[in-house]
């Protein structure tokens, strides 16, 4: 017997679309509802025939397959059809960082070639005055709340419900190779232009598929579940918020999205719609539990992963205090982006809650189909049982490929077969990822290096403390030395000085849990501490504030 008659191809199973994410969540949670503020709700067999009739409305207005559909809209359901209706009609999602420069949303629109724009109003302002440097783009689809007041630069297309309400369901949607495109986006990286980043339909599917498991399989300590309600503190565009509003929609859950970001507003819809799942960066985890609403908040139903930074202890413990479930989780915009979470095993399920802090706050294992690696600075491969740090390299089914036109940074990106992050680890003996740096974060102190963040998270633990970032300064005598600055919480008393924080610091050298030469570190305290686009600490910022020029590789 040949081997095809053994093994017939006469089925054809059906290919990794980012359609089938989509169906099953009608029959399965058909009263479970998607809330947009207090301006819109809908139920999951609504949602599907707005994302059917917004397939139609692009197709009416010319979208073709390839083309690249840039988004400019606050975190809303529209966003979410979005996600759904251009991938699914063979169109490329560009989720536009909205808080970059104009200059840089110009670059980002421009290098991605997008054909339409989608845009709220808020962002006319923004983008007309680029129109003649924009020649690729033929129309923009306006997304307003309320009736426009701005007129906008390009011809007019139409309102969005206007266009939506001339299409009826269902349109059919076409099959086509799962190794499509379906979404590019762009990473602010430190160094030189944004560069793109891209995945495929296969890609999102795969990475929801891998990342749903690894939430709902472990109930420790940030389970997810059916009847959850979710709502993204990160914005759309940082990531696709992490590819989560995918793995709700599969699973059917209820959505609430916040519109242009205030924690008031985040607070109150967390309260009225009983939100209780999330992930943002640490950043603005801090921000919430410090709001003036928040305070005597019920947190006991909310849960939360932290990631794009990392989890201090400090805020993790206090987080905890006031009931919620917290913890890490580690990727990047090259990596879809979950590659990790700090879930805790089954077997130390029983574990002392300071033990539970431990592994909540590293980096996080590996979800299903994820790899990690070391290796060192010649690429080397470090053997992980060694303890020693390298560079950490990562494969998985959903890292992107590549970068968006830009052969020689996607070599490097992949140079080993691996793709490397850049970070520093260790990987520890029980499997977990512990970012000790990146490398351009890293402080070298008569040539040891010493991690920033060992600093940050020694300093964050302090009960004055609210925030806390530690960068390397040039040092005539040791190279670099370790610059904190801190911002206290409000009220604290007795405010602490800056000889009490380097005191505190010192307690933890002497118990050996960090490096001796913590204790040059200088302790300046601010009032607030620069910020990226996606609300992470920029050291970049710190370091031109201070004027120092000291360069770092990117
Ligand atoms: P981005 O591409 O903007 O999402 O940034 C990705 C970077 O954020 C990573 O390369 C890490 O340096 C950092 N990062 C993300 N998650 C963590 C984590 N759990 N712990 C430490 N650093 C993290």
Partial sequence: MTSSEAFPVIGSPSSLLIHRLLDRSSAWAPSRRIVY??????TYPEFRTRVHQLAAALTRLGVRQGDRIGVLDWDSHRYLECFFAIPMIGAVLHTINTRLAPDQILYTIDHAGDRFLLCHPDFLPVINPLKERMPAVE???LLPDEPPTTPCAWPALGNYEELLARE??????????????ATLFYTTGTTGDPKGVFFSHRQIVVHSLAAGLALTSNPEPVPLRADDTYLPLTPMFHVHAWGVPYIATLLGLGQVYPGRFEASTCLRLIRTHQVTFSHCVPTLLQMLLHHPDAQGFDWSRFKVIIGGAALPRGLASLAMKQGMRVMAGYGMSETCPIVSLAQVKPEDAALSVDDHLDILTRAGFPIPLAEAALVDAEDRPVDPRSGIAGELVLRAPWLTPGYFRDPERSRQLWRTGWLHTGDIAVIDPAGYLRITDRLKDVIKISGEWISSLELENALSQHPAVREVAVIGLPDPKWDERPHAEVVLKEGFTPAPTAKDLHH?????????????????????????IPKTSVGKVNKRAMRQDLGTTHPKPA
């Avoid at 503020?37 to 809908?42: A, G, K, T, V, Y």
């Avoid at 369901?169 to 190779?177: G, V």
């Avoid at 505190?504 to 009032?527: M, W, Y």
Wanted: hydrophobic residues 45%; contains cysteine; glycine residues 4%.
């Fill in 139 to 141: 129309g923009v689809v």
């Fill in 504 to 528: 505190f610091l010192r307690t933890f050298v002497d118990r050996g849990l960090i490096h001796k030469r913590a204790i040059l570190t200088e302790v300046h305290f601010v009032p607030s």
């Fill in 37 to 42: 503020r207090d301006l819109f709700s809908c």
């Fill in 168 to 181: 009826s369901a269902p349109f059919a949607f076409p099959e086509f190779d799962e190794q499509t495109p």
